[in-house]
């Protein structure tokens, strides 16, 4: 495998787990043991009416969430793209030496 072939599987890999990272679905627990859902990481999926219905305090704790989630996701997205970039530019002649 070269060098090239290797910069895309890894850069593939870092792109996917921080996709995964990013869309996995966030939930906080009230103390009464139910589940608020918060969405994911973009806010898809929050019903904010519903949680601000439970207490209003739930609708700041869940965007602190997919903030907090937002900001894990994007180094290796970003790593992820670097390596994808870099292998696409990279020469094919240097890899072939």
Known sequence: MSV???A????LAFLLG????LLVMLAVEAPSGTLIPCGNGLGIGF????ASAV?????????????RRLLWSLPP???GVLLLIGSLVASRNATRR
Do not use: M, N
């Not at 895309?8 to 850069?11: F, I, K």
């Open 4 to 6: 090239r072939t290797f």
């Open 47 to 50: 019903d904010e009416p519903a």
């Open 77 to 79: 997205i970003g790593f």
């Open 8 to 11: 895309v599987v890894v850069g």
């Open 18 to 21: 921080g996709g995964a990272i």
């Open 55 to 67: 207490s209003p305090a739930y609708v700041d704790i869940c965007a602190d969430l997919r903030h």
